[in-house]
C-alpha cells in the first residue's frame, strides 16, 4: 500500500496539547449545575426571609425609640451606649450562666449514661430509647405547664411524694424562691433535654465497629478503660457538638421560665432572652429590646465560634 493511500485510511491525530493548556471544564449531563441551585434555592429562601430578613429588620430598630404604641423616631447609638448601665440587663446575664453552669454539665452527662445503657442491640433497647426520648418530644412547653401543676404547695404531685418519702412537710412553694425555682428549673430541663444528648452519643457509639472493643478485651483492658481510652475519643466530635447545642439553647433559655416563673419571684430568674421580652411587650421599649437582641446574637454566635475552634485545635 503506498504512503498517500495509508493517509488516508489512518484517522487524524489530534494534536498534543500543552500542559499550560487549561482543560475544558466537564459538565454532568444527569446532574447540571442548574438542578444543584433548584435543589438548595427553598432552603436560601427561608433562611433570607424567616432568618436574614428578620435580623435586618431588628438591626434597624435598635437604631431607633419604638414605644411600640406611638410615634418612632431615631436614636442613633443611645440603645446600645445604655447597655453597659441597665443593671436589670447585667443581673439577667449573669442568672443565665450561671443557669447554663449548672444545666450544661448534668445534661452531658445523663445523655452519656442513657446513651451506654440504649447502645446495644439487645431485646428492650429500643422501648427505652423510646422512653428516655420522649421527654425531649413532648417539649419544654408542655413539660413545663405539667410542672406548674405538680409544684402546686398543697395539691402538687411533687410535694405529695417528698411528704410519702418524709423529706418535706409537703407544703414546699417551689415557684416563689428563687433557688428552689431555678433547682426545679434545671431538674426539668436535665430530663427534658437529656433525651436528645442521649440520641446523639447513641449514634456515634454505634458508628464504632465491634472489632475495636474485642481487641481491647483481649489486651485486658476494663469496660472504663474501654469508654475512657476508646469510646470517649472517637465521640470527641459529637460530644462538642452537643455542648455547642446544650450552651446556646441555655443562653437562649425562655420558654421554661415564662411558664413556671415568669421571671420572679422578682427578677430572681430573670434570663436574658425573657429580660428582652419584658423590655419589648411589658415596658413597651421596643428599640431598646431589639439592641439587646443583637448584642446577644453577637455573643451566643462569638461563644458557638470559639467552642468550635477549641474542638479543631485539640484535633
Known sequence: MSAEASAVISPPVAPARSPSTPARQRHSLTHPP???????????????????????????????????????????????????????????????????????????VAGYVLAVLVRSRRRGATLLRTVFFLPFVVGLTTLSLMTVLEAQPDSGGLNLVLRALGITDGSTAWLVDGPLATGLVSALVIWGVAGLTMLLLMAGMQAIPREVYESADLDGASWWQQEWRITIPILRRTIAMSLVISVVGSLLAFTQFYVLTDGGPGSATTTVVLYIYHRAFVQLQLGAAAALSIVLVVVVALVTALQLWLVRGEE
Open 34 to 108: 442548574r438542578t444543584g441551585l433548584l435543589l438548595v434555592a427553598p432552603a436560601v429562601v427561608m433562611v433570607a426571609v424567616f432568618v436574614l430578613a428578620p435580623l435586618l429588620f431588628a438591626l434597624g430598630i435598635s437604631f431607633t425609640d419604638w414605644p411600640l404604641i406611638g410615634d418612632v423616631s431615631g436614636a442613633g447609638f443611645a440603645n446600645y451606649v445604655s447597655i453597659g448601665s441597665d443593671t436589670g440587663f447585667l443581673r439577667a446575664v449573669l442568672y443565665t450562666l450561671l443557669y447554663t453552669a449548672i444545666v450544661t454539665l448534668p445534661i452531658l
